[in-house]
Nanobody, 120 residues
């Protein structure tokens, strides 16, 4: 069993910054891709940013230049530095990890979500 726990969400003013953290624990042999997704009320969950074990990063167009994703393999953690936040960034943010409990098994795991609210 693997758990992903997010932290760092909160309420900020437009133009402010937040740093989200997500740590995976449990039966982990290796983590391939990790990422951040978000879901606003009444809307579908969407990808924000992903980072592979090799360091390849992809961002949603809406956050390019403002958000930075990074990871710490030793801690099985992924981070999302969010700068110049906008009200439209308001959502529940979820971390995701493609986990290999063993060399031959791959499973997707989700965190519980952390609320990010950006006010004007």
């Amino acid at each position: 069993q693997v758990q992903l726990v997010e932290s760092g969400g909160g309420l900020v003013q437009a133009g402010g910054s937040l740093r989200l953290s997500c740590a995976a624990s449990g039966n982990i042999f290796r983590i391939n891709t990790m990422g951040w997704y978000r879901q606003a009320p009444g809307k579908q969950r969407e990808v924000v940013a992903t980072i592979t074990s090799g360091g390849t990063i992809n961002y949603a167009d809406s956050v390019k230049g403002r958000f930075t994703i990074s990871r710490d393999n030793a801690k099985n953690a992924v981070y999302l530095q969010m700068n110049n936040l906008k009200p439209e960034d308001t959502a529940v943010y979820y971390c995701n990890a493609e986990v290999k409990p063993t060399l031959f098994t791959t499973k997707l795991y989700w965190g519980q979500g952390t609320q990010v609210t950006v006010s004007s």
